[in-house]
C-alpha cells in the first residue's frame, strides 16, 4: 500500500513537500516516480528515483524545482516542490514500478499506486 500526503493550497512561489509512505513492501527494492493530472489532461510523469544507483529523474518542466529523496527507515519517499507555479496545480500520485523496470514515463509499468493527494497552487 502506497499512501502519499502533504498537498495544500500554496501561493506561486511557495513551496510543498509530499510524502509517500509504503507499507507491504520496502520502497528501496522498487523504483517510485511521482506522477501528477490535471483537470482535463493526461497524467504526466514528474519525478522518480531508480532502485539500484538512486539516480534521480525529473520532467523538465519542474527540473531546478523538484526534488525526489527517499528515507529507507522510514520506507517513505518525498517530493519536495519550490517555486511552484499554476500549472504545477493537480492530483499528485505516487507509484511503484513493476518488479525489475527502472523509471519510465510510461503509467503502465507500476504496478502499485496512493490514492493521491491535491495540489493547488494560486494566489
Known amino acids: 500500500q502506497l499512501v502519499e500526503s502533504g498537498g495544500a493550497l500554496v501561493q506561486p512561489g511557495g513551496s510543498l513537500r509530499l510524502s509517500c509512505a509504503a507499507s507491504g513492501f520496502a520502497l528501496e527494492y522498487y523504483a517510485i516516480a511521482w506522477f501528477r493530472q490535471a483537470p482535463g489532461k493526461e497524467r504526466e510523469g514528474v519525478s522518480c528515483?531508480?532502485?539500484?544507483?538512486?539516480?534521480?529523474i525529473h520532467a523538465d518542466s519542474v527540473k531546478g524545482r523538484f526534488t525526489i529523496s527517499q528515507d529507507i527507515p522510514k520506507n517513505t519517499v518525498y517530493l519536495q516542490m519550490n517555486n511552484l507555479k499554476p500549472d504545477d496545480t493537480g492530483v499528485y500520485y505516487c507509484?511503484?514500478?513493476?518488479?525489475?523496470?527502472?523509471?519510465?514515463?510510461?503509467?503502465?509499468?507500476?504496478?502499485?499506486w496512493g490514492q493521491g493527494t491535491q495540489v493547488t497552487v494560486s494566489a
Open positions: 507509484a511503484r514500478a513493476d518488479s525489475g523496470y527502472p523509471c519510465t514515463d510510461s503509467s503502465t509499468q507500476y504496478d502499485y
Open positions: 528515483i531508480n532502485k539500484m544507483n538512486k539516480r534521480t
